[in-house]
């Protein structure tokens, strides 16, 4: 009789235990359908620079229900506004490049009048060359360039609600950060060199012609002065492209996808340098400045690694043009320099690798950008515009 009651005794404690299992069980299965997600992390992806791609919920704001989890694929409304984004980074490459083209125009047919009229002896083609000898096309694109990079940068920021105060508050940088990432651009900037000139030797040798880079020689060629020539690459250049493509074009993009953000704004970054040669360097050293900034959550660490790279170019070349006994001296520093950034590279792509994507995010990047008028808009133009710049040089 004892077993007897024993064994029902136990067979109830069990009873009462499975039925307080399933209450939990239910109780937590009600609070997973009721949780709301993180509007600035909607995607639950933990390799994502949390903050960085700003608030979700303007682009869909059922996210901010309780229980809603977003679809694998995006539905009309969400892949509608999310086009807009796109659209907008797109825009504003077209505009960028309009501006450049139709000021440079205006510009130069304003200074051609100018100098027939007061040199009516002068052949238009006379003209041209004085203008292309001379200082002043350097002068009018360095003006057209920064004033272009400004105004299409602060208009995409406003009409995207992003302030300009987060584009330069840093997260978590010092002075070992920010030589670590100076050494690692040299080291891209140098390896990059080499290849290119690797490149054109073999194009060359196939009785082809590359379009030559226009980095440097504007200045040796061109009789622009060093120090103007020196503010505009080694200062106004950085700082203001980085305002328009890590500043604007990368937040704009990385609403969704942070890892396309970084690719297609280096993508657009070398494509706007209008030759293949300049196209590889600012694509490779884009992809880092993409991931940097994402990193720290500012154009400052970006900005300070261009101005470095730039400047270091100049000096390169300057020095090997006016010092050349101590041209070799010069390439051994640049080894040495780039065996150094290439370990810290290997090292700070182990412990910072750019964002992953989580299949939702991955519906949400390539596929839904190719479907936003600006955005393919910028592509076909920039690619016609590179296009006809090799065809123009043969390659």
Same mark, same amino acid.
């Not at 000139?197 to 012609?209: C, D």
């Not at 101005?307 to 390169?316: A, Y």
């Not at 640049?334 to 090292?347: C, D, E, K, M």
């Given at each position: 009789?004892?077993?007897?009651?024993?064994?029902?005794?136990?067979?109830?404690?069990?009873?009462?235990?499975? %039925?307080?299992?399933?209450?939990?069980?239910?109780?937590?299965?009600?609070?997973?359908r009721l949780a709301v997600r993180d509007k600035y992390d909607?995607?639950?992806?933990?390799?994502?620079?949390?903050?960085?791609?700003?608030?979700?919920?303007?682009?869909?704001?059922?996210?901010?229900?309780?229980?809603?989890?977003?679809?694998?694929?995006?539905?009309?409304?969400?892949?509608?506004?999310?086009?807009?984004?796109?659209?907008?980074?797109?825009?504003?490459?077209?505009?960028?490049?309009?501006?450049?083209?139709?000021?440079?125009?205006?510009?130069?047919?304003?200074?051609?009048?100018?100098?027939?009229?007061?040199?009516?002896?002068?052949?238009?083609?006379?003209?041209?060359?004085?203008?292309?000898?001379?200082?002043?096309?350097?002068?009018?694109?360095?003006?057209?360039?920064?004033?272009?990079?400004?105004?299409?940068?602060?208009?995409?920021?406003?009409?995207?609600? $992003?302030?300009?105060?987060?584009? $330069?508050?840093?997260?978590?940088?010092?002075?070992? %950060?920010?030589?670590?990432?100076?050494?690692?651009?040299?080291?891209?900037?140098?390896?990059?060199?080499?290849?290119?000139?690797?490149?054109?030797?073999?194009?060359?040798?196939?009785?082809?012609?590359?379009?030559?880079?226009?980095?440097? +020689?504007?200045?040796? +060629?061109?009789?622009?002065?060093?120090?103007?020539?020196?503010?505009?690459?080694?200062?106004?250049?950085?700082?203001?492209?980085?305002?328009?493509?890590?500043?604007?074009?990368?937040?704009?993009?990385?609403?969704?996808?942070?890892?396309?953000?970084?690719?297609?704004?280096?993508?657009?970054?070398?494509?706007?340098?209008?030759?293949?040669?300049?196209?590889?360097?600012?694509?490779?050293?884009?992809?880092?400045?993409?991931?940097?900034?994402?990193?720290?959550?500012?154009?400052?660490?970006? +900005?300070?690694?261009?101005?470095?790279?730039?400047?270091? +170019?100049?000096?390169?070349?300057?020095?090997?043009?006016?010092?050349?006994?101590?041209?070799?001296?010069?390439?051994?520093?640049?080894?040495?320099?780039?065996?150094?950034?290439?370990?810290?590279? $290997?090292?700070?792509?182990?412990?910072?690798?750019?964002?992953?994507?989580?299949?939702?995010?991955?519906?949400?990047?390539?596929?839904?950008?190719?479907?936003?008028?600006?955005?393919?808009?910028?592509?076909?133009?920039?690619?016609?515009?590179?296009?006809?710049?090799?065809?123009?040089?043969?390659?």
């Amino acid at each position: 009789m004892a077993d007897n009651l024993s064994s029902e005794y136990y067979r109830a404690e069990i009873a009462m235990l499975n %039925s307080e299992i399933k209450g939990l069980t239910e109780r937590l299965e009600s609070t997973n359908r009721l949780a709301v997600r993180d509007k600035y992390d909607p995607f639950g992806n933990p390799t994502d620079y949390k903050g960085f791609s700003g608030d979700y919920s303007r682009i869909d704001p059922r996210i901010t229900e309780p229980g809603y989890k977003s679809p694998l694929s995006p539905d009309y409304e969400e892949r509608d506004n999310l086009k807009k984004w796109y659209g907008l980074g797109g825009g504003c490459l077209l505009l960028r490049f309009v501006m450049t083209e139709v000021f440079i125009f205006i510009l130069m047919w304003v200074i051609y009048t100018l100098i027939r009229h007061r040199s009516p002896d002068m052949s238009p083609n006379d003209v041209r060359s004085y203008m292309a000898g001379t200082s002043i096309m350097a002068g009018i694109n360095t003006i057209v360039f920064i004033i272009a990079n400004i105004i299409t940068a602060v208009f995409g920021l406003k009409k995207a609600g $992003i302030r300009f105060t987060s584009l $330069i508050r840093t997260n978590d940088i010092g002075a070992s %950060s920010t030589m670590q990432y100076c050494l690692i651009g040299s080291a891209l900037w140098y390896i990059c060199t080499y290849f290119i000139k690797a490149m054109e030797l073999f194009f060359n040798s196939l009785g082809l012609t590359t379009t030559p880079s226009t980095s440097a +020689s504007a200045y040796f +060629s061109g009789g622009v002065p060093l120090a103007i020539f020196a503010i505009y690459t080694c200062l106004l250049a950085p700082i203001t492209e980085e305002l328009f493509f890590r500043g604007m074009l990368l937040r704009v993009f990385s609403r969704a996808n942070q890892r396309f953000a970084v690719f297609a704004s280096a993508f657009f970054f070398g494509m706007v340098h209008g030759n293949l040669q300049q196209f590889i360097l600012a694509f490779v050293m884009g992809i880092f400045l993409g991931h940097i900034t994402l990193k720290h959550g500012s154009i400052i660490p970006a +900005s300070g690694v261009h101005i470095f790279v730039n400047s270091l +170019s100049l000096m390169t070349v300057f020095m090997k043009h006016y010092l050349r006994d101590v041209s070799f001296a010069v390439d051994m520093v640049l080894i040495v320099f780039t065996a150094i950034g290439v370990l810290l590279l $290997i090292i700070f792509r182990i412990t910072d690798r750019i964002p992953l994507t989580t299949p939702e995010q991955n519906r949400r990047g390539m596929s839904t950008a190719t479907g936003s008028w600006g955005f393919d808009f910028a592509l076909v133009i920039l690619f016609a515009n590179m296009a006809y710049v090799l065809c123009s040089g043969n390659l």
